[in-house]
């Protein structure tokens, strides 16, 4: 019972706060709804029993994503209400696009048929939470049979680096930089020179 | 109505029983806490610090709160409202539930979650969101740059941090605090882990925003950053988080580093005393080292903050985690659980 | 040790090269770096001859698999005669335009070292999308495909139009992966496996006509079709191809006409005939709709282009329709056209995009149609070479496009698909129409001022190549048939 409402509790407020990201008039509370949403889908992730994939969800896109989102919001000083300009212009066609897709949806989830062959298929076992953890789950899968993919979402988070680097990175000329290496090699020998001055002469 | 009463109803009581007994012990010394920074600095100082209210000042903490609870809160007219006073609200439960998690004894924890490091990494990555609220919803420029500068801070050194956690759990072979502990029988991570540990400890001063990385409150800049805005309650609650936060990174760093509620030797004078007064004691090792960098460093530049955790810290931690899996792989010694 | 149960590398072994090379080059260039200009023009100079190198070299190693199928990393991964074929046109391609953009880059002060790295990065991504064999691999190398062209599309980033193409890219690239794991979950859910192989047999005819048709996968193979029918620019989700063509630097745009287009189509294949195969039925429509849109709108919007760029993006989405007519044949046959049909437009877009990379003046590019006035009379080599191309892309005999073409049309009409090869050769004759105009204005109308006269040797040396493939193709047409023959005939093993 309990868990059964601790899905609908976290599962209507994920609901009510992602419908409040796309309406609410500030840019900042958009993205606090946001957090608000996380936070309710990884508490359903722990009612699932992926007790591991609720904390990398806080940690990745509460903790680093939606941090760099809220600090672009904040920096740039965007005119929503301009932006939102055109909305009631688009909003017959948009509205019919959605409805087709609610239909065909709708169709959709009508005539769902599972032949045997498929329904054996997705009865895959996963191992069981009293016999392993979630992590040594994951790790064993992850590293085993995935590592092609493991590896591969590796290069594409490189490449995205890469790309980050080379569309915004720039050689400024002229700023000063500390060079510690530099500092740290400065003795009084190389940088002061002492020199007696006569009375009266000046150097 | 009984058999509710027995599953739910009890359960629930003696779990906030339990929240009580763990939360009001910290709210004590995080007061304590404010009293021992003053004292300490002011013995380093050569001050004698606060000394006036009760004897040796005991009492001081209790009048600084008296008088804070009793003042007006005031809100400025150009902010954001609801934002404003949530944003001390967040950085104090924030820093109280990652403690759900913290052992203070073999089996002597709230929850012991088998994720539990991973829950309190969360936690405290959260702690920036009080933070970047209290700058922006102030709508005043020190705050707003005190916001700015401390979530580019947290985030940086929240990255090495993490780093250094994967090459403990590398040793440990579960994400549970508990194991995390009692891996550290035989030796405390401080000793094969050395220069790891005393990295996390110097990121976790940047991630509390404390000396010498306190650039988001630094008062001679910034008046007193993200806070500046804020008086009386919202204040104190920002002030209770901060310390708060602070109890709980040093608790980070004892399970992490110092072997938790283990004593230093597994011989019998040391065994006699409790495992959570060794797990205190450590805790309070920690916290005088926070209040002794305090007493004794400059405030670091942005720009020297920055170079620190991304090009010293990051790689070093990088470096680590390939040269203790390597290590751990070729000697054979990966721990074997599952 | 831990090293016993190690997975089989051999069908990865290019991959692997390729990624190894990769994190060296990048690394070379990272430590290179002085911040002066000349060194970093250096550095590019020389990563960019080590990554053509590299991209000569790895087709050896592809073919040191030919022949056989290897299944690698648990059914992830898939070598057979088909992903060798396509993967040696890809590396072909990408070779071609790195060395033709070294000049380019050079001259337009963009000569930094990671572009031979992102585009040896797009390689490998596309290398990885025509051996996937499971939907998650091909995601993982379409994503890493993508993610280096979209940076790649904006490199010239102090250029508007530059930054433009890139973003257009990377939005509407976006949606279309969205789009993508939208069908892809959606297979997953109906069906229970992401496996190409496992598919197959879960969606065999018969089992389908004994149960009755999951709607749902029907849906996800409608959402994957319109993802992939994004990536190859077919109509209707070609819109972002004349912007991305116009506004990318042109050796850029040259690798987007050739390799993406290549892999993606390799990719559509694969996906389609195999997991899919028993479908057609269902996809083949779709597949139809596609081709004609592509041909019909790829034919009369290029005729009122006055951008070269443009045009070519146009000239592409009717290949893009031609190559996706034997798609629709859906057997054996067709996929053969396709392949030849995609070696023969890899050879011809390579010599046309040298040609328009010669377009200079002043040092600097001109991209406007009109420049090429009077080619003929000022630069008598290079208005033959693009004679030779654009008559081929009209399907002039005995030029080779016009037997790729044949090949294509010989399949639909043995599949009796009767009106889609006449709608073919009608959009093939309007389309003629511009390929046409082009060759008149290098030999009957005045050249206002001449273009730059020495034509940098790379682009003279793959022009020549590429013009003489196009020319002598019908003297030996055996040898490209036969193995695109083992290749096609490689998807329809089982």
Redesign the interface.
Known sequence: M?EALAFYIFSSIAVAAAFMVISAR?P??SV?FL?LTFFNVAGMFVILGA??LA??L??VY???VA??F??VV??LDINFVELRQGFLNYLPIGSLIGLVMLIELATLFGSWVVTPVIANRGLMPTPSPD??????ALGNIVYTHYVYLFQAAGMILLVAMIGAIVLTHRNRPGVKK?D?GRQLNRNPANSVEIRKVEIGKGI | MVEIWDN?GLPMVWMILKIIAIVFPIMLSVAYLTLAERKVIGAMHLRKGPNVVGPFGLFQPLADGLKLFLKETIIPSGA?RG?FILAPCVTFVLALIAWAVIPFDKGMVLSN???GI??L??IS??G??GI??AG?ASNSRYA?LG??RS??QM?SY?VSM?LIIITVLLCVG??NLSDIVMAQREMWFIVPLFPMGVIFFVSTLAETNRHPFDLPEAEAELVAGYNVEYSAMTFALFFLGEYANMILMSAMTSVLFLGGWLPPFNAIPFTWIPGPVWFALKIAFCLFIFIWVRATFPRYRY??LM?LGWKIFLPLSLAAVAIVSGIL?AFNLTPN?? | M?FENLPDLVPVLPEIFLALVIMSLLMFGVFQRGGRAETDVNTFRVISWMAVVTLIVTPLLVLSLAGSTLIGFGGLFISDPFSVFCKILVLIGSAGSLVMARNFLEEHDMARFEYPVLVVFATLGMLMMISANDLISLYMGLEMQSLSLYVIAAFRRDDTRSTEAGLKYFVLGAVASGMFLYGASLIYGFAGTTNFTILEQVLQRDTQDEYGQSLGIIFGIVFILSALAFKVSAVPFHMWTPDVYEGAPTPVTALFAIAPKIAALALFMRVMVGPFGDLISEWRQIIIFISVGSMLLGALAAINQRNIKRMMAYSSISHVGFALMGLAVGHDSGIRAILVYLTIYLFMNIGTFACILAMRRGGVMVEAIDELAGLGKTHPLMAAAMTVFMFSMAGIPPLAGFFGKLYIFLSVIQAELYLLAVIGVLTSVVGSFYYLRVIRLMYFEDPDEPLDRPVSREISLIATLAGLVTVLFFLYPDFLVLSAATASSALFLN
């Open positions: 309990i500030n900042v509370h606090l957090i007790e591991f904390m990398i806080v940690v509460v903790g680093a941090v760099l809220m600090f904040m920096m016999i392993t953890t979630n992590t040594h500390q510690i | 739910y954001n934002v979650i088998n994720v991973l829950y990494f969360a990555s959260l920036v969101y970047l609220m922006w707003f916001a700015m979530a580019a985030i929240e993490g579960s994400l720009d020297q170079r792989v659980h599952g | 831990p």
